[in-house]
């Protein structure tokens, strides 16, 4: 009888420990999607929304949607203010400490505006691997 219970009980422990582990892509699809649940969408200035984020397995990217409104919903403003504005999110990608597991396996990071007029695409900025990581010395 109690070598019957041991056996059911390591039977048990085994298969326990036999839970599949999610793949790096698996994790991250997860976690932009709780992401997703908990702050999107989500205003982060008078004039900035935060619409979505994704991560694409296909891409190995990670995809942040926003809208522009207001005076930012303007396209002759974000063509002139574009390369301040690819450097400063460049700078925030490097000194991330929250997106070090991004970093760490070359994920790419796409940052995708809309106007929230016309619903097209102000703005998109894509930082691979290359574009974030120190170079070698």
């Given at each position: 009888m109690k070598s019957s219970f041991l056996t059911l009980l390591l039977m048990v422990l085994t298969l326990a420990g036999c839970?599949?582990?999610?793949?790096?892509?698996?994790?991250?699809?997860?976690?932009?999607?709780?992401?997703?649940?908990?702050y999107c969408p989500r205003q982060v200035s008078d004039c900035v929304m935060s619409d979505s984020i994704a991560y694409l397995p296909s891409e190995k990217a990670l995809c942040y949607y926003y809208t522009f409104s207001d005076e930012l919903d303007d396209?002759?403003?974000?063509?002139?203010?574009?390369?301040?504005?690819?450097?400063?999110?460049?700078?925030?990608?490097?000194?991330?400490?929250?997106?070090?597991?991004?970093?760490?396996?070359?994920?790419?990071?796409k940052y995708i505006y809309f106007s929230s007029s016309s619903h097209e695409v102000l703005l998109e900025e894509i930082f691979t691997k290359k574009d974030y990581s120190p170079l070698p010395r």
């Open positions: 839970k599949k582990q999610l793949s790096f892509d698996e994790r991250c699809e997860k976690e932009a999607r709780m992401l997703n649940l908990k396209t002759e403003a974000i063509r002139q203010g574009e390369p301040e504005f690819r450097n400063a999110l460049k700078a925030e990608i490097i000194s991330s400490i929250e997106l070090k597991k991004y970093k760490d396996h070359g994920v790419t990071f």
